[in-house]
């Protein structure tokens, strides 16, 4: 038995905290993806998406392969709000709650679509 009690604290210090069984890594993870698309269904390629945490300013989402999908937030967790404008289509908005485990976020995925002018 004391060979385990001396394991267990230095396997704790070789992998960091324990959370859910699984050592915490430092991979970061998108909070958010948006699918950005018309009123017909057809991916936006060139909209431009933007997100704010929290209410603080905002930053830019990186636009994923120019398919009308970017990601936002870098494993911030709190109050997402998403800004998505592009030519010929009404601006839109929507807010969400991003949670976390400790670790890392639950990431989402969701779907904006623009109203064309």
Do not use: N, R, W
Request: charged share 20%.
């Amino acid at each position: 038995m004391q060979k385990l009690s001396i394991f267990v604290p230095i396997f704790t210090l070789l992998l960091g905290p324990m959370q859910g069984c699984q050592a915490c890594d430092e991979i970061l993870i998108y909070s958010v993806t948006v699918d950005v698309i018309d009123d017909e269904g057809s991916s936006i390629a060139d909209a431009m998406v933007t997100y704010s945490v929290d209410g603080a300013p905002e930053d830019l989402c990186v636009d994923i392969g120019g398919h009308g999908s970017f990601a936002c937030g870098l494993d911030e967790a709190g109050e997402l709000s998403i800004f998505v404008q592009a030519d010929g289509f009404l601006a839109d908005e929507a807010t969400l709650f991003i949670d976390d485990d400790g670790c890392h976020v639950a990431p989402e995925i969701m779907e904006m679509e623009l109203q064309s002018e």
